[in-house]
C-alpha cells in the first residue's frame, strides 16, 4: 500500500505556526511568573478628629493678630489665612515636630501671602503661637 504524496506546507505557514506557538508558551509562563494576586499599597490614611485641630478663641484671634501686625503689616492683610497658618503651626507643635522643623514649616507658609519672613520673625510669630497654643 502506498501513502499519498506529503503536501508541501510553505515557509510563511511554518513560521507563522512557529510564532503562534512561541507567543501560547510565552503566555503561559508570564502567567506562572506573574503573581497572582497583585499587592495593593498599605493604607497612609491618617484621620483627625475634628476636636484634635487647634482653634484659636475670638480673644486668642485678635492678640495673634495683633502680634503679627507689630512683625509685619503684610501678614494680616488676609486675617483668615493668617489664623490658618497659625493654626497649622499649633498642629506642628502638638504633633511634636522639632522645633528647627516647625519654623522653617512656618516660614514656608507666612512667606507664601503677602509678608516675606525671614528666620527672626519666624522666630517671633512661633512665640505668638505658642502663647495660645496648648
Known sequence: MELPPKKKTSLVWKA???????????LMVGGYLADPEPVSAPDRT?????????RMTGEQRTEYLATLSTIDQGLVVNEDRAVSRGESTCLDIRQGVPEGQVLKNLEARITEGNATVKVEGAALILDAVKAWCR
Open 46 to 54: 491618617i484621620t483627625l478628629e475634628v476636636s484634635s485641630l487647634p
Open 16 to 26: 507563522l505556526g512557529g510564532v503562534v506557538a512561541g507567543g501560547v508558551a510565552f
